[in-house]
């Protein structure tokens, strides 16, 4: 059938798979790949989706992005438009439970559902390293133990992702987050590091975002190591509701409407501490959390 000369052609929309600072790499839908350049000050972040328009790159509005405040105080943008954020662990290097409380809380924020990868699952702690996971952050689901280097968990992996996610990995440098992109890929070759023998530290290799398809179905964005996760646009008052391991007790309701679960009488979350569903240590680090973003309230005032 002809088309109407007057008939608007849909934008093509492109989608930001890599930042270079100067230039970035756009696929599209079709699996067709460009570089753009884009202005240093440019906000774009990997996921961004974007159309071409006379005068340049226009960004689409962008939803579920992944924020962080670095230790600068800076808010970081890590990726956007995503469904999922896998935290990456491994037996070496640890990674310190205040990151990955806080992880999760900034990912539930904005409604991106997270999972935990149990990375170098090849090494003799694994086990243990999982039980720690379990036990500490239960409603965290799925757990998935994967060895990038034996290629163990990869196809349970990939079962996981198939179902359309677009997911982020995040964790700490050295927990081995390219070398899985490496080895679900087959024909990637991401930069990998040696972790420091001596302190256990990575190298951070990784120094930008990079977005990948699997054939089965499901993306994949590898990003650089960090270590600060400060969340962005939670107040004190709102933390409780994306605390991991509150889930059960905030469905019981607490006598004040805006109880912040510290001290406060006929509290749900204080009586499953008192009744051992809620362990003195979680409630611990939610209060020093929820200490943190006071004091970035007051700051922001
Ligand atoms: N034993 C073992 N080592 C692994 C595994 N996966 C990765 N490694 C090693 O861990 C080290 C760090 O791997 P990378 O993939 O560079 O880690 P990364 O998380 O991407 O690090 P950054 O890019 O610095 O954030 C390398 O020496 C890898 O060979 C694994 O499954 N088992
Ligand atoms: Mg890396």
Redesign the pocket.
């Known amino acids: 059938m002809e088309r109407k000369t007057d008939e608007v052609m849909p934008e093509k929309t492109w989608r930001v798979v890599s930042h270079y600072g100067i230039e970035v790499l756009l696929r599209s839908a079709e699996g067709e790949e460009k570089r753009a350049p884009v202005d240093r000050r440019a906000s774009l972040v990997v996921g961004d989706e974007v159309v071409w328009q006379s005068n340049g790159l226009q960004q689409r509005p962008r939803v579920r992005a992944l924020q962080r405040r670095d230790r600068r105080g800076r808010i970081r943008t890590v990726a956007s438009n995503l469904s999922a954020m896998g935290v990456?662990v491994?037996p070496r290097p640890r990674t310190p439970d205040a990151f990955i409380d806080r992880a999760i809380v900034g990912a539930r924020a904005v409604d991106i559902e997270p999972f935990f990868v149990a990375?170098?699952?090849?090494?003799g702690d694994g086990v243990a390293l999982i039980d720690h996971l379990r036990g500490q952050w239960p409603g965290v689901e799925p757990v998935l133990s994967?060895?990038?280097?034996?290629g163990?968990g990869l196809d349970a992996f990939r079962r996981w992702l198939g179902n359309g996610a677009r997911a982020v990995?995040v964790?700490?440098?050295?927990?081995?987050?390219?070398?899985?992109?490496?080895?679900l890929l087959g024909d990637l070759e991401?930069?990998?590091?040696?972790?420091n023998p001596q302190t256990e530290l990575?190298?951070?290799?990784?120094?930008n975002a990079t977005l990948h398809c699997l054939p089965e179905g499901g993306e994949l964005i590898?990003?650089?190591?960090?270590r600060d996760f400060g969340p962005v646009a939670i107040s004190a008052g709102d933390l409780a509701a994306y605390f991991p391991g509150f889930e059960g007790a905030l469905a019981e309701r607490c006598h004040y409407r805006d109880c912040r679960h510290r001290t406060e009488p006929h509290c749900s979350v204080l009586e499953a501490v008192k009744a051992g569903q809620i362990r003195t240590d979680r409630h611990a680090a939610y209060m020093a959390l929820q200490d943190e973003l006071a004091q970035v309230d007051r700051e922001r005032r």
Do not use: C, Q, W
């Not at 990575?202 to 120094?207: A, I």
């Open positions: 990456v491994a990375n170098k699952s090849d090494l994967v060895s990038a280097v034996e163990y990995f964790g700490v440098s050295g927990v081995g987050k390219s070398s899985l992109m490496n080895a991401l930069a990998v590091g040696e972790i990575g190298r951070h290799v990784t120094t590898d990003t650089p190591g960090f």
